[in-house]
């Protein structure tokens, strides 16, 4: 028999989140492998996968469709009415092209921002107003059409039909028969069959898939479960029918529709008709502001040599030819824009004081020093340019910042004033079902008793973070052990190794944004973060590739300790100190951490860190940068070379004198990724661009790229007289440090901050633990680990006094005040209180005074008051605690009573001095 096309125009990927069961590599590829010559995408809802099935698809010489079964409501989409008992029918939208796309971005993010209850929905009128380019199925057994026929009123079900095609045109709405093998399915087909008959419209055959073969229907059914929160055990469990959900074959689709040939055929015409072409080689920058007349480059370039003189006391020859280098690279890749824009958010962080700093590769471009954007000069610290923007790498370079985390919200606020609420958004994320956590999860599916459960998870190794359960099977020989010979946790293992890696829940990234200039819709479906804001529904690489810029905000509490530390400094002691007249080569600072007190200081705080900062006795801040670079998994065992290298107990070797000039900062230890590429560079003659791309084919061990860069790399040795061995030498002793080695600017500016933490606490002990406490106040381990600390230091903390000024840690000359609002059931509310009423009227002079004072404003619980005597902060009132704790409850009655009776307007019979004393007889 002559094979019949066909082509999946109703399919689910995981992303119809723990309903579908088909990762959406692994669905590609088998459409791949089935030989189909286009697939659509139509995940419940939302369009999370869209951009990675898109890229997926082309790269397998598949025509992706994408699409999406959205939920129709009943009548109005932001009603919440349950018309027939439910609240929503659903219907398969498919986009034929870029206009049809940008309609599904609209029609999905009106669905979640206006339309969510119980589901993300639409209605026919947000339809007709964005049908065009679109091209609609009438949906599963669960559609309107359908729900209809199976209510026996086909006159419902016939005039749906039609308005449907009145709404779209008869040549583009199309009827869906299905067949699962379920009878409810025959007697739907039979209908939509006479419908279609009798208003002109055409069938069409698809197969609703939700995993990729009839196997997995069990561990889908499982997978149902995981998401109801069921077991398999319970009889009234979700569960689909029939096994026949899968990818099917264009022979068993015609086997399953042996009287509907033409309806199989009309997949392959509405896939011919579906031609979307999206574009990954363009960018939707935000305008910066810049001044009439000047191009976004020339701006950038005045601003930056304004900098470059500004903020370097001596610039040299090295700084002028780098800044002009930076500054052709930035204008051949057109990221001029990106960099002013990012200069904006900085230049506003600096106006409010608020102090933040850079991570990662941006803190290598001068231009970004000179602007204002980082505080670290590249030149000075031998910072790659290359690891920030390589003109041979076509991709938006990454700038992630970090802000005192308590200011974070400011930032974001700013940005989207400037921008607008509808250009800026937060970022999607998911979490995926990983082995440890999808064995958990499909061991209680099982009915597997938790103790089992934790049993088995716990085989699988902690630190082998990407290791696979055929990996855990193969490597781990107790884990594999009990797969052989328990047969209950056999089940398991089996079901989790279908569902390891999909997608598990979606969430708002930590802390990446993203703007742009045309209203994020035009690129994205949103819908709403649980505070009420904007995320994406893609995640941050599809938004990278569609050419979105992504930022990341990220809030530090170090760097929020490091302001609060500067405020105390200025109150306690009356000095303006700046982060920026910090010297860097301070003695005391450097004999701090030679002494390895470092317990609050930023990054070398661990035990571990400890012990190594000691032996090493730092003398720079970049002998704190290949510490932070090296205490890690791998370098790690590098450390004590290093150290021995440094205080001359170990000889300094190179396998060729070229390399020490590349290695001597570190005594002859590859440490940075930075070193890495000059080596390439040196040895190999590549050049910083293509040194970078060697670096990332080893990274993403892309073997094609390293066989033809290893060649290139020998034999740029060769042709400077480098023998073939000790080439070959050198390229084995960098292969794994471009791996694992550390971004040099990264480590830079986390040293630099490390060493002015470091520097506050060895000159401002009382005000940098101050700061700490603050920061801590909530974080019950580390605030003791910082109280143990001031305890070492000699540092004496105050416990909380309701007749100090302080809500929270404060110092008090060399002393520090517990804050109130930092005891237990007090808060920052009651405390400032509190604190507002005895500025108002003056000390609390006894317990009755202060309840009927403080009763007055705020309703200070017993709790409340009770937590106040226990810590100590009666005591400069009434030093027997617990003389104060068996009256409180009944001087606080009183003080209600009184406050009552103000209320109530016999207060008159009372002035406000004699009425405490009447009504709380009991003074201690």
């Given at each position: ?305 304004e900098g470059l003189h500004r903020r370097i006391a001596r610039v040299t020859d090295a700084h002028e030819k780098r800044l002009a280098h930076e500054l052709s690279v930035i204008e051949q890749t057109g990221f001029a ?588």
């Amino acid at each position: 028999m002559q094979r019949r096309p066909f082509v999946h125009l109703h399919t689910h990927s995981e992303y119809s989140l723990l309903d579908g069961a088909a990762r959406l590599d692994l669905l590609v590829r088998r459409a791949a492998e089935l030989e189909m010559p286009a697939l659509a995408l139509t995940d419940h809802g939302v369009m999370y996968g869209a951009i990675d099935f898109y890229i997926a698809c082309r790269a397998a010489g598949i025509k992706p469709i994408i699409g999406i079964e959205v939920y129709v409501a009943p009548d109005w989409h932001k009603s919440r009415s349950r018309a027939g008992g439910r609240s929503y029918r659903h219907l398969t939208l498919l986009a034929a092209n870029m206009e049809g796309y940008r309609n599904l971005l609209k029609l999905t993010t009106y669905a979640w921002l206006e339309g969510f209850h119980e589901k993300p929905r639409i209605d026919r009128e947000l339809l007709a107003a964005h049908r065009g380019g679109l091209i609609v199925l009438s949906g599963c057994i669960s559609g309107e059409i359908s729900a209809a026929v199976l209510d026996e009123d086909y006159a419902r079900a016939l005039e749906t039909a039609a308005a449907y095609r009145d709404i779209l045109g008869a040549d583009n709405f199309y009827l869906e028969l299905q067949n699962h093998g379920l009878e409810q399915q025959q007697k739907v087909n039979a209908a939509l069959r006479r419908i279609a008959s009798e208003l002109g419209l055409q069938t069409v055959c698809t197969n609703d898939v939700h995993y990729l073969t009839s196997e997995d229907a069990y561990a889908h059914e499982v997978l149902l479960c995981i998401g109801t929160r069921a077991t398999m055990r319970d009889p009234d469990h979700m569960r689909y029918e029939s096994d026949q959900f899968f990818l099917k074959t264009a022979e068993e689709m015609a086997q399953a529709f042996p009287d509907d040939a033409d309806a199989i055929a009309r997949t392959v015409e509405i896939a011919d008709r579906c031609n979307l072409e999206l574009a990954f080689n363009r960018t939707d920058l935000p305008k910066p502001d810049v001044p009439e007349g000047m191009t976004p480059q020339q701006y950038l370039a005045k601003l930056a040599y304004e900098g470059l003189h500004r903020r370097i006391a001596r610039v040299t020859d090295a700084h002028e030819k780098r800044l002009a280098h930076e500054l052709s690279v930035i204008e051949q890749t057109g990221f001029a824009e990106y960099m002013l824009i990012v200069r904006d958010f900085a230049s506003f962080a600096r106006e409010r004081g608020i102090h933040f700093g850079v991570r990662g590769s941006a803190a290598g471009s001068l231009t970004s020093y000179c602007i204002e954007i980082t505080d670290v000069d590249p030149v000075h610290y031998d910072l790659t340019f290359e690891r920030f923007l390589n003109p041979e790498r076509a991709e938006m370079p990454d700038i992630d910042m970090d802000f005192e985390d308590t200011r974070r919200g400011e930032v974001l606020e700013y940005v989207t004033r400037k921008y607008g609420r509808d250009h800026v958004a937060q970022i999607a994320t998911f979490g995926t079902l990983q082995p440890k956590q999808v064995l958990k999860d499909a061991a209680r599916a099982l009915g597997m008793s938790v103790a089992q459960s934790e049993r088995l998870a716990g085989l699988i190794p902690t630190q082998s973070k990407h290791l696979t359960l055929e990996e855990a099977l193969e490597k781990v020989s107790a884990f594999r052990n009990i797969y052989e010979t328990d047969e209950e946790a056999r089940r398991v293992v089996d079901v989790a190794r279908r569902l390891q890696g999909i997608a598990r829940h979606a969430s708002v990234h930590a802390a990446g944004v993203v703007i742009s200039k045309a209203p994020l819709v035009e690129h994205t479906p949103l819908q709403r973060t649980g505070d009420g804001g904007l995320q994406t529904q893609y995640p941050a690489p599809a938004l990278a590739k569609i050419g979105l810029l992504k930022m990341d905000f990220l809030g530090l509490i170090n760097l929020s300790i490091l302001s609060r530390c500067l405020e105390f400094v200025r109150q306690n002691r009356g000095v303006e100190l700046r982060v920026e007249d910090i010297p860097l080569d301070d003695a005391a600072t450097f004999d701090l951490l030679g002494r390895g007190e470092t317990v609050g200081v930023f990054q070398l705080e661990s035990p571990g860190m400890r012990r190594y900062i000691k032996a090493l006795r730092p003398t720079s801040v970049q002998d704190l940068a290949a510490m932070v670079a090296l205490y890690r998994p791998g370098p790690m065992d590098q450390i004590p070379l290093f150290i021995a290298a440094k205080h001359g107990r170990s000889e300094v070797r190179y396998l060729h004198p070229k390399l020490e000039p590349l290695l001597s900062e570190t005594y002859g230890v590859i440490v940075y990724q930075d070193q890495v590429l000059t080596v390439v560079r040196d040895i190999g003659q590549f050049s910083m661009g293509q040194a970078d791309l060697f670096r990332r084919a080893i990274s993403k061990k892309i073997e094609e790229d390293l066989g033809r860069m290893h060649g290139q790399f020998v034999q740029g040795a060769l042709a400077q007289g480098i023998s073939k061995e000790t080439a070959e030498r050198i390229y084995d002793l960098i292969k794994p440090f471009a791996n694992y080695g550390f971004n040099k600017a990264h480590a830079v500016c986390y040293a630099l901050l490390a060493y002015r933490t470091a520097y506050l606490k060895a000159h401002y002990p009382v005000e940098y633990m101050a700061a700490l406490l603050a920061c801590y106040a909530d974080k019950p381990d580390k605030l003791a680990v910082a109280l143990a600390e001031c305890k070492r230091m000699g540092i004496p903390v105050r416990h909380p006094d309701v007749n100090a000024d302080t809500s929270e840690f404060a110092p008090e000359g060399e002393a520090i005040r517990f804050g109130l609002a930092d005891v237990k059931n007090v808060g920052k509310a009651a405390a400032t209180a509190i604190i507002e009423e005895r500025r108002a009227r003056g000390p609390y002079r006894s317990l009755r005074d202060f309840c009927v004072r403080v009763h007055g404003t705020s309703n200070i619980t017993r709790t409340a008051l009770e937590s106040l005597i226990k810590c100590g902060a009666f005591d400069s009132i009434h030093p027997n605690r617990k003389a104060l704790l068996h009256i409180a409850g009944e001087v606080l009655a009183a003080a209600q009573s009184h406050q009552r009776i103000r209320a109530s307007g016999a207060a008159a019979l009372f002035d406000d001095e004699a009425a405490p004393d009447l009504l709380c007889p009991v003074e201690p």
